[in-house]
Nanobody, 126 residues
Framework: QLQLVESGGGLVQPGGSLRLSCAFS????????IGWFRQPPGKEREGVSC????????HFVNSVKGRFTISRDNAKSTVYLQMRSLKPEDTAVYYC???????????????????WGQGTQVTVSS
């Protein structure tokens, strides 16, 4: 059965760092484009970062460029989101998700992704 499990969230002060992990089972990770999404309190879910299956290219929303990195470890069946220089506006529930089509990162919106984890809370506060 295909499953995705996020971990690594928590409370961090502004300027701090966290690394989120998304562990996969039930499918081959390299067969899927993977997106990270977040949903701030009272707001809509939005795309944060994405890594393509076809060429391993990486994409980021403008608000996190230069601060977040995404990586894939197919041997460990895990995708990571390294977050640095965190800001209060990064506070959200973070989700990982799969995209079964060919290209999923040029317009990575939630309703185009297929399989989702349960989410992990990230809180950035002093």
């Amino acid at each position: 059965q295909l499953q995705l499990v996020e971990s690594g969230g928590g409370l961090v002060q502004p300027g701090g760092s966290l690394r989120l992990s998304c562990a996969f089972s039930g499918f081959n990770l390299d067969d899927y484009t993977i997106g990270w999404f977040r949903q701030p309190p009272g707001k809509e879910r939005e795309g944060v970062s994405c890594i393509e299956k076809v060429d391993d290219s990486k994409h980021f929303v403008n608000s996190v460029k230069g601060r977040f990195t995404i990586s894939r470890d197919n041997a460990k069946s895990t995708v990571y989101l390294q977050m640095r220089s965190l800001k209060p506006e990064d506070t959200a529930v973070y989700y990982c998700a799969t995209f079964r089509g060919t290209y999923g990162c040029s317009n990575f919106v939630p309703d185009e992704y297929d399989d989702w984890g349960q989410g992990t809370q990230v809180t950035v506060s002093s």
